[in-house]
């Protein structure tokens, strides 16, 4: 800890001239940046809208109360389909993100060189790709519906899934896997006996996981034309139909609280 | 490890991964019913889907190569947007939610504050990003004002919530001891609080950037600003080359915000 002598008398400081120097200057340069970018968007920014927005966001609050309760029975289909898209979607993710995973880990991957580098490429690149814009490009691939948010959000999974898994097969405990291979099993045996027991409950606890950040996702994917509810938002929001509007975020919270509630409980009771 | 009576002598057999078969057969059941109701009352239009195959093999053969070179300045100023909404809405995100999530820490609040935090947090973090960007976008108008406003609410519910955990698992000790030197609670806060969370906040704090660059290349879609405004526009016009260009940018610079962000974080710890 420096002490610095000052006039014969020692004085502590937390931190020493160089370090205090290199703290500041960091500070100074992310000031700068953070000046700059924001001059950049405030460029942008019709200011008159935003000085505007406290009485719009008052008046649109007003326009949302009460909710349209009789909307609900339209809404009951597009909430099915949600649900849907996110099971459906994280069960298509699981069942590619398995043996993507055996082939990323370090320990089971048939070649380190070839197959590994390819694995967490697809890895990586599922993961960077938001959901929405997985759904933005199947939407104009394969047509609007529920089949091109099934596929956005089984896409957007696989990668999630396969890094959380793989990163699993590399902690596993050896010792295992030595046991079973002194038995004399063969290579797949090994895999059977060995390693997939010891991941099983990382995976079921991931896959859950997943399904509850899945429902979440799968409400906004109507919104470039995916299906499910965020259909009904957009078109509730065109149409400017504020109660409708309100309904529809009253069920989005009731279906996410609900998921991760299902999602808490399942975990639990696995691990 | 169950073990049956054959007539050959003991046999093994693996134990299952539900114990209770009534519950592993009723899991298996159910699951297959629902997925029978699923795929009856599904909606695909598969004629139309057979039609985007050809589309597809357009798109993918797209990027083979992409055209980075013809929608250049338009790519550009959409990339580089993004990249200010980003590092605006983490810092001014971080910045709110310290006070939200001093608040929200039981030790160190009063109850009432406490509550309070912890509301607004669980409102910041229950609709997805892209939501409150689409309301951002009708009070703010098009733009991105709008992307800032929807991630910085993004980051004070995710940040806000991770620095209150972090701040209830703190070494009681420390605090303590700065406490018993006679310390006002600004400086107990700076000398016993701050040093004991900030590298782990560091560390979180470079995550959010990560995520808030994946979010600001969607708020675009819904008129947020950023690249995704870019890249719906050249999906609406059919420019799969461009698209895909737009696409291997974006996964190009997660990548190095990611792996410049687990280097700093183990860099701080």
């Known amino acids: ?271 | 490890m169950t073990a049956a009576m054959g007539t050959g002598g003991r046999q093994w057999k693996r134990p299952p991964l539900i114990k209770s078969p009534l519950l592993r057969w009723g899991l298996v059941v159910g699951g297959a019913a629902y997925l029978a109701v699923v795929f009856g009352t599904m909606d695909v239009n598969w004629s139309r889907v057979a039609d985007g195959f050809p589309r597809g093999q357009r798109f993918l053969a797209s990027f083979f190569p992409p055209d980075f070179v013809s929608r250049a300045a338009d790519i550009w100023e959409g990339i580089l947007e993004s990249l200010w909404i980003t590092i605006i809405s983490t810092v001014f995100g971080i910045l709110i939610s310290i006070p939200v999530g001093l608040g929200a820490a039981r030790n160190l609040a009063p109850r009432p504050v406490y509550l309070l935090s912890r509301a607004i947090l669980a409102i910041s973090r229950t609709f997805p990003e892209i939501i409150i960007a689409l309301f951002a976008v009708k009070l703010f108008g098009f733009g991105p004002f709008a992307g800032f406003i929807a991630l910085s609410i993004g980051t004070i519910g995710f940040y806000g919530k991770l620095l209150a955990e972090d701040i209830e698992d703190m070494d009681p000790g420390q605090a303590e001891a700065v406490k018993a030197t006679g310390a006002g609670w600004f400086q107990w806060l700076n000398y016993a609080v701050q040093p004991q969370v900030m590298p782990r906040m560091i560390g979180l704090g470079m995550y959010r950037f990560d995520i808030n660059f994946r979010e600001s290349a969607v708020v675009g879609i819904v008129g947020g600003g950023g690249i995704g405004a870019t890249l719906l526009t050249s999906f609406d016009r059919y420019e799969f080359d461009s698209a895909a260009a737009i696409l291997l940018i974006i996964i190009g610079i997660v990548m190095a915000v990611e792996y410049s962000s687990s280097y700093i974080r183990k860099w701080v710890q």
């Open chain 1, 1 to 271: 800890m420096p002490v610095q002598q000052s006039n014969g008398a020692k004085v502590w400081q937390r931190r020493d001239r160089g370090t205090q120097f290199t703290i500041w200057g960091i500070q100074f340069v992310c000031l700068a940046v953070f000046a700059f970018c924001w001059q950049l968007i405030s460029d942008k920014t019709i200011w008159e809208f935003v000085y505007d927005a406290p009485r719009q966001a008052n008046d649109m609050a007003s326009r949302m109360v009460p909710p349209a309760w009789d909307y609900m029975d339209k809404l009951w289909l597009a909430i099915w389909d949600t649900i849907n898209i996110a099971t459906l979607g994280t069960l298509m993710a699981v069942v590619m993100a398995f043996p993507i995973a055996f082939l990323a880990a370090r320990n089971t991957t048939p070649s380190k060189a070839l197959i590994r580098p390819v694995a967490l490429f697809i890895i990586v690149s599922s993961r960077s790709i938001n959901s929405l814009l997985w759904a933005l490009m199947l939407v104009t691939i394969i047509g609007p519906g529920v089949l091109a948010g099934v596929l956005a959000i089984g896409f957007r999974s696989i990668g999630f899934c396969a890094k959380l898994l793989y990163e699993a097969i590399e902690e596993i405990d050896t010792t295992q896997v030595e046991a079973v291979t002194a038995t004399g099993a063969s290579g797949p045996q090994i895999l059977n006996y060995g390693i997939v027991p010891q991941i099983m409950p990382a995976f079921a606890g991931i896959s859950v996981f997943r399904w509850d950040i899945n429902i979440r996702e799968s409400t906004v994917l109507g919104l470039v034309g995916a299906g499910g509810i965020g259909l009904q938002l957009s078109a509730s929001i065109n149409n400017v139909a504020w109660t409708q509007v309100s309904l529809i975020l009253l069920v989005i919270l009731g279906t996410v609280i609900v998921s991760e509630w299902v999602s808490a409980k399942v975990r639990h009771a696995i691990i």
